[in-house]
């Protein structure tokens, strides 16, 4: 509030300050001064500062300054800049370049008229010229935060310079500047020097100028041959359409150098062309170029079309010499999946030329691209192992292998623990994987960690030893996959005698018989070579000698392309089958894939996708047998996901229990290899009490399978011997008994999660709401909050809308998650409903109805005689089990 005071006590510790030494005491007081004198006398102040030695100081009134600066301040300032020195200009030039960024002072600074002898513009200008480097780049950077256009003829002169240190200041300015320098780079490479020149092109280039394309050329033509090295590289930027024939024209009279950076600019010039318009362009263009059409071959690999890699290969096939090694490189340089194939003929074929090493290096980076699965990159890569030459080729192929994180892959990684040349990459590979999928367990994966750890050799392997020690004692217990076939023998399979009905009627003795003349057939059809199982195309399926209940198995095919009619499958629980075949073979409906329960006719047969690899390459299967469910991912790609499979040899029987699993013959040569199999721990099928059974009850769910049922059995799922409805599935519907019942008793068992809403249809048909169209007796997580205001018909057990739940039900319940015991007696018009051993609801539907139904609602199917039980879903989670049913007469 005292100003004069507050001044001089600031000009007091200023001098203090200044006697002392202490140069930010002296700038803080500064900042004093000004923010306590008159505005009027601001400006006065600040150039008085600029009078200063200290650049700290300086600085600080500038600092000041930005806050209120007007265009007189600009003024006062730009006038100190002709006769300052270096210092000052450069701070100064810096203190308007930062002002200039602002949108508030940037048109004052930009339209700065200063009334004496020079022009704000001028002054700024003539500091590029100034021999001290600072000024120069203070300058420059100004006048590029100011962006007005009349700058960049005075910025593009920098380029003429004979200092480097001042060309690359001019290109880097006009490479931020925001306005069109094209005109002027141009016209200044015309007469630089060649650091100029090159500057200018690549500033041409970086600008895409393609209408000063013939500076450029003009470079090529005239320059020294750094200038004309950095022209052929700029042309690729700036050609266009209407340059197709003239860059074909130098590509076909370059010299070596300057081949690739015309081909470039081919590419380029042919790129706003439709695609398949570049390759017929290309094409014309490599008739009229005879001996020279091996120039094109890397014009085409650019445009990744079909025919393109066809004339490629075809000219690499047909080429010696440098047409040969053109096409090469072409392919080399193909960016789709496409060219992989050919990649690996080519290591195959010619294993000692110079095209092995990087045409499998290729071919290894093009199969590892993480777009595809974790199953096809390790197919791809084994082929690659394969035919690895050096120990270099396969540590990087283990590398790759690992990145699939696949249990296979994991398996096959182990292979090469013993190999001490690749050993370590083997390790990490297998180390890597097993760490990174804690649901791989069994005795092959802790035998495999347990050698990892004897073998691991690097800085780091202490602490890997003690990864995988805590990783093998929380790895569950248990055998986990187990290989069915050994890679030598047929040891663990047998031949096939007849189907699983037939082979339970036979007699010990006749069934053995049976068997002897199965193997000796299976022998001939069937045979190992090169750890590989064969099935020639003559004989029957082959069968594990082992039975099978709920498993996961992993298993490899490929089909022969020879034939006839690639075709086989593999039988679960001996039972046909999971399809596999040639895609090709539409006349049978083939296209739809491999994968799909093929002999299902309720329930789907189809695979959801093909996902098929192309005949002839390996394939690779992981099924999933959970009760008649099964789930199949081919390649990585989920096709069947937990589907019934049907009983084929008895439609009217489910799916059998524990069987064989059978590898199909189906007259064509297939091979397989990598069979394992894992046991899943199999709920006991839930069995009638005696007393049920001698009272007439059957059993319609055990557990094992749905075979009673009907309707949607996707999210009504088999789930650990229950029946789960999932309703994240979003399938819809509700699931039914295929029969119809009239009067019955019905028990089960219920679990609910918490606000859980199901119930049960009763003599209902399958379309419509049972609730009307049958009656529904509910269930329901009454005591949830959520449900605090429903009525008593809407209470569990209640016959929903007509005969309310007892007001005492409540006790009856345990709490959501546990286990309810629930039976429904429905006998004529009378309906009761006992949960845990007390009855909650009882009463007669007739005489309930008498005076009209309680929720004032139409119940037309509320007397049917019979119609089928449902369980009617809600949107939530529910688990049923143990449910079985007597008629009553």
Known sequence: SDRDAVMKAAKKLQKAAAKAGQEQTREAALQILLAAEEPAKVSKMVIAAMKDPSKNYRNAALSYASGFADKELYIELMKMVPKAKPELKIDILNWIGREAKKPVKHDIIQNLEIRFDLPAKQILLEQLGDVNFDVKQAATWTLVKIGDKSYIPSLAELLKSDDKQVVLLGQDALAAFPGDIDGAVAKAVSSAANAGKIAGLELLAMRKATANINTVLDQIQIGSPEVKAAAYVALKDVVGERDITNMCGMLETADALAVPPMQRAVISALSSLPVADRVETVKRRMLQAGNNDYLYYLVLSSTGQPDALATIVKGFRSSTGAKRDAAFEALLNWKGIEVADELYMICKESPSSNYFDPALTTYVKLVSNPAFTGENRLLSLRKAMEIAKTDAQKIAILQQIENTGTFLGMLYAGEFLDQKPVQQAAANAVMNIALGNKEYMGANVRALLNKVMEVLDNPDAGYQKEAIKKHLAEMPQGEGFVSLFNGKDLTGWKGLVQNPIARAKMKPGQLAKEQAKADEVMRKGWSVEDGMLIFNGKGDNLCTEKQYGDFEMYVDWMLDPAGPEADAGIYLRGTPQVQIWDTSRVNVGAQVGSGGLYNNQVNESKPTKVADNKLGEWNSFYIKMVGDRVTVVLNGEKVVDDVILENYWDRKLPIFPVEQIELQAHGSKVYYRNIYVKELERKEPFKLSAEEEKEGFKVLFDGTNMHEWTGNTVDYTLEDGCISMIPSKSYGGNLYTKDEYGNFVYRFEF?????????????????????????????????????????????????YGIIPAKAEHHSAFKPAGEWNYEEIVANGDNIKVTVNGVVIMEGNIREATKNGTADHKEHPGLFNKKGHIGFLGHGSPVKFRNIRIKELK
């Open 751 to 799: 679990q609910l999660t918490p606000g859980a809403n199901n119930g049960v249809g009763i003599r209902t048909p399958m379309e419509g709401d049972a609730a009307y169209v049958g009656m529904e007796i509910q269930i329901l997580d009454c005591e949830h909050p959520i449900y605090k205001d429903i009525t008593p018909l809407q209470h569990h057990g209640s016959v």
